[in-house]
């Protein structure tokens, strides 16, 4: 089976940096989503990594560490509306490769 | 524009009274997912299919059906709802299983009373 860890709440203030980590137990996976997804809406795709390292996107990146079971999202010079939740996902392996959700963070940024 | 597109966006209903809810999406994608979002919970899937007419249990089936006749619409069936289906629903697209990227719905609410 697969188990997905993240914190539940964080809180950080605008224009600093912050770093939500998920954690995870799993006999394999082909990569690592992470999606944001504001309160009400649909989760919308921010970073995939397949390979151990760190993958920049502007103001995200994304680090994966298949040999410690760990993963980062970092959010550099937060903005008011970076205020959400932010989903790790494993996608697995097999004929589907279906993705496998974790219970997501939900950051709240403040002035 | 590309998009995923599901109806009703709110729903309450009765326990018992069967309903459907629509998603169609407008991408060519073959792979479509239905999914439950519940507090604490995350997203766990429902149904998905990988193609018209072929469609799978996901973890989460029970009380649910799905059919996929044209590549586009993938709707979800509740035949006889209950309380325990009171939750925010998303339909999801994608190109490749699991992704590469999967393209969401708005989401529907329902409460079942």
């Known amino acids: 089976g697969q188990n997905i860890d993240q914190p539940t709440e964080m809180t950080a203030t605008e224009g600093a940096i912050v770093q939500i980590n998920c954690t995870y137990q799993t006999s394999g996976f082909n990569g690592l989503f992470w999606y944001q997804q504001h309160a009400g809406e649909a989760p919308t795709f921010l970073s995939y990594n397949v390979l151990d390292g760190l993958e920049e996107k502007g103001r995200f990146s994304s680090f994966l560490s298949r040999s410690k079971g760990y993963s980062y999202l970092l959010l550099k010079e937060l903005q008011m509306k970076d205020s959400a939740s932010y989903l790790c996902a494993l996608r697995g392996t097999g004929g589907y490769n279906k993705l496998i959700f974790g219970a997501g963070t939900r950051l709240a940024v403040h002035p | 524009e590309a998009q995923v597109t599901q109806n009703p966006r709110y729903l309450i209903t009765v326990t018992g009274k069967k309903l459907t809810v629509t998603c169609s999406q407008n991408m060519n994608h073959e792979y479509m997912s239905w999914y439950r979002q519940d507090p604490g919970l995350g997203l766990r899937q429902i149904y998905y299919?990988?193609?018209?007419?072929?469609?799978d249990k996901g973890d989460v089936p029970e009380g649910y059906k799905v059919s996929r006749k044209e590549k586009r619409n993938f709707p979800l069936i509740l035949e006889s709802p209950s309380p325990n289906q009171t939750s925010l629903y998303f339909c999801?697209?994608?190109?490749?299983?699991?992704?590469?990227?999967?393209?969401f719905g708005p989401g529907t609410r329902l409460t079942v009373t």
């Open positions: 999801a697209s994608s190109t490749t299983p699991g992704g590469s990227e999967q393209y």
């Open positions: 299919s990988m193609n018209v007419e072929v469609t």
